[in-house]
């Protein structure tokens, strides 16, 4: 019977996380957030 492994991660290799750093705007229907995000552009 053959025996299949699932590869495994060397722990040794660093994989540098890099993250993007993203602001989330709400908001009330009207409060003008689509003018602020329009301006800021």
Not at 19 to 25: A, H, R, S
């Amino acid at each position: 019977m053959n025996s299949v492994t699932a590869p495994t991660l060397n722990p040794n290799i660093e994989i540098p996380k890099q993250g993007m750093p993203v602001t989330i705007m709400t908001g009330f229907l009207g409060s003008g957030k689509t003018t602020l995000l329009n301006q800021i552009l």
